[in-house]
């Protein structure tokens, strides 16, 4: 048996980086600064982002049979879980308060806008890329949104932050809720991939 082990694929993030662009904005082919649609959403906990998926399924069980026989898939979300340090970015302001983002604009220094009474449904395109050295990680969605929003507290103790759940949908033309991108740096990969007869 082929020992695999590799210290190199091991995966330490030194920066974790969210951008958010309109609804089904396409993913930058290339990793590093997207282009002049994508906004950065500033500073992010070390924590960075956590991924979660959640999945549901029952069993079908039938007669003459002790065990299941079929299993359904009934639910698959992904969402990520971000702790934003910039709560005055305009950006982050807008995705916890759940307003369009040019309600954030100030005419003059100052601005005041509405808290939803019933909330909107704002859906933008996300990415959330994370970096080790020259090996890079990347998920991408077309179609998110803000699903759960936690505390926000103002306080001496520390920089105020918000963090909020972002879930992953489907995109334009039934494209996947979400796209995995990997780069391996200098990381030879070849001897996972064994050539096929």
Sequence with gaps: MTDTRDADLTYGATDYLVYVAPLNTAAPTAFGDPAAAWVNAGWVTT??????????????????????????????TKSV????????????????????????????????????????????????????????????????????RGDEQGQTDDAMSVQMTFRFYKGASNAAAVTRSINYGSVDVSRFFPETP
Excluded: C, H, W
Aim: no cysteine; charged share 25%.
């Design 47 to 76: 924590e960075g982002g956590l991924f979660k998926v959640d999945e549901e399924s029952k069993d079908v069980e039938a007669a003459g049979s002790q065990e299941p026989i079929r299993t359904l898939m009934t639910k698959s």
């Design 81 to 148: 879980q971000v702790t934003f340090l910039e709560a005055l970015n305009p950006i982050v302001r807008s995705l916890y308060d759940n307003v369009p983002v040019a309600s954030l604009e100030p005419a003059t220094g100052t601005v005041s806008y509405a808290l939803p009474d019933k909330p909107n449904d704002l859906r933008y395109a996300f990415l959330f890329d994370s970096m080790d050295g020259t090996k890079r990680l990347r998920l991408y969605m077309p179609n998110g949104k803000v699903v759960e």
